[in-house]
């Protein structure tokens, strides 16, 4: 009816549809105020019922537990990179598990302001995750970071870290695709331009008792003790993204929570992975454990038939399937938006394409 295709992006990427008609419907004149969300001011009584109700969803959608606050912050997956370090060095040293580029980037960012130990590197890689037993943390450590799902490798964490230190990890790529208990997090934070709206907003989960007060040094908007003093509201926030994202936490509760969404990702990463494990035509880049749910990663034989299987795709009406720039391959960006018929398209695609090319 609108003439889409199907878009497998790693992000930005694939909105429910329901999502994008009900941004539709709102848009020149939401309930009745006159105005779309876009030009609503933040604290209008309007907008402040969407921004409540969209964390009221959330910690549904999540199970987030009463001692843990929901933030709304600006400036990416990124500015945490910063953020995590500033807020929670006491001693200066941090224990950091490299799985992938973002937690690579991410320790390198925490290195300017203390002692970074990098105590697991999966380069070079970054085929597979890292077993318990693998990991050694420092006892002055005053957090471990992971990254639980590597957007441009297609790796995932299925069994956490245990450790007795507050555990953040980056869920830009895997959040809400499959069932979490917080409480194993000291904080949870994620860029919502995957699994939970549009660019422009990243959404932070953290156990109150980690927010220790004000810090004097920090920029005020890095500062989670200011931010949940503010309400995430020490200047504008982005409004129209957390309206999205309310709504995708509305689209979750729809489909039937987590859960219902997580066996739903499991078949369809399911569909890929038996088709990669079928022969030596597609050579999946992960190892079996650690294989991601979101990004399916392959390699065909050479670049060419590759570039092929790229433009072929397109052609059938899939797009974005080319591998991240650092790595190459193909990468079939699933998220929770991406229906199980897309999926099933893309498999019949690449049969097809394995009979007519090996
Ligand atoms: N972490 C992960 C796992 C990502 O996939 C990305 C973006 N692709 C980032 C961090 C960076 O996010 P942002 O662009 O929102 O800063």
């Not at 957007?151 to 956490?160: F, K, L, M, R, S």
Request: charged fraction near 25%; glycine fraction near 6%; hydrophobic fraction near 40%.
């Amino acid at each position: 009816m609108y003439d889409r295709i199907y878009n497998f992006a790693a992000g930005p990427s694939q909105l429910p549809l329901e999502v994008l008609e009900e941004i539709h419907k709102d848009l020149f004149n939401y309930k009745g105020t006159g105005m779309s969300v876009m030009e609503m001011s933040h604290r209008s009584k309007m907008y402040l019922e969407i921004f409540n109700e969209t964390k009221e969803n959330l910690r549904k959608v999540m199970d987030i537990p009463e001692d843990y606050e929901i933030l709304f912050i600006q400036g990416g997956a990124t500015e945490q990179f910063a953020a995590i370090p500033l807020n929670f060095f006491k001693n200066n040293k941090a224990d950091y598990i490299v799985t992938g580029a973002f937690s690579k980037k991410a320790a390198k960012e925490a290195a300017k302001f203390g002692e970074v130990n990098v105590i697991y590197d999966a380069g070079p890689d970054y085929d597979h995750i890292p077993t318990n037993d693998q990991l050694k943390f420092n006892d002055d450590a005053d957090y471990v970071y992971i990254c639980a799902n590597n957007t441009i490798y297609g790796t995932e964490w299925h069994e956490y870290p245990k450790c007795d230190k507050p555990l953040i990890a980056d869920m830009s790529s895997d959040i809400c695709s499959h069932v979490i208990n917080v409480r194993d997090f000291g904080m949870i934070y994620a860029g919502v331009q995957k699994n939970l709206g549009i660019a422009g907003l990243a959404l932070v989960i953290i156990r109150k008792d980690l927010i220790d007060g004000h810090k004097e040094n920090i920029p005020q908007l890095f500062e989670y003790d200011n931010q949940v003093k503010n309400d995430s509201m020490i200047n504008t926030p982005p409004t129209f993204a957390i309206y999205v994202l309310g709504l995708m936490a509305k689209w979750i509760l729809s489909k039937g929570g987590v859960k219902e969404l997580e066996e739903v990702n499991k078949k369809k990463a399911k569909l890929l992975y038996d088709l990669i494990d079928e022969d030596d035509f597609y050579k999946g880049h992960a190892r079996k454990d650690s294989r991601s749910l979101m990004n399916v990663t392959f390699n065909l034989a050479n670049e060419e038939l590759e570039a092929k299987f790229v433009k072929e795709a397109k052609a059938a009406g899939m797009e974005n399937l080319k591998g991240h720039r650092s790595v190459g391959g193909i990468r079939a960006s699933i998220y929770n938006a991406m229906p199980m018929e897309g999926v099933e398209k893309l498999v019949a695609f690449m049969k097809e394409f394995k009979e007519n090319n090996k």
